[in-house]
């Protein structure tokens, strides 16, 4: 059974940070290239970022860049997402995803001043 399983979310002032992990089991995690998806309430989901297979060659949406860093350790099946300088803006549930294939259930990123 494939399961990828998000956690490290939760509530932060404007400026803190967060560092959210995804664990994944069931398929080949070395692979697959990982991404990480976001939905804001009553938007459509937003690439985030993405990371190749062997953890090279990170890529970041505008939104992001400079502030959010993604890698992966392939030994523990496992892909971070670290956000900091978090803004009210990146309030969202955040997924992971293998190739945009295979999903976690998300988790809530709420940032509040």
């Known amino acids: 059974e494939v399961q990828l399983v998000e956690s490290g979310g939760g509530l932060v002032q404007p400026g803190g940070s967060l560092r959210l992990s995804c664990v994944t089991s069931?398929?080949?995690?070395?692979?697959?290239?990982m991404f990480w998806v976001r939905q804001a309430p009553g938007k459509g989901p937003e690439w985030v970022s993405r990371?190749?297979?062997?953890?090279?060659?990170?890529y970041y949406a505008e939104s992001v860049k400079g502030r959010f860093t993604t890698s992966r350790d392939n030994g523990k099946n496992t892909v971070y997402l670290q956000m900091n300088s978090l803004k009210p803006e990146d309030t969202a549930v955040y997924y992971c995803?293998?190739?945009?294939?295979?999903w976690g259930q998300g988790n809530q990123v709420r940032v509040y001043s």
């Open positions: 069931g398929f080949t995690f070395g692979i697959y290239d």
């Open positions: 995803a293998a190739q945009l294939v295979y």
């Open positions: 990371i190749n297979s062997n953890g090279g060659s990170p």
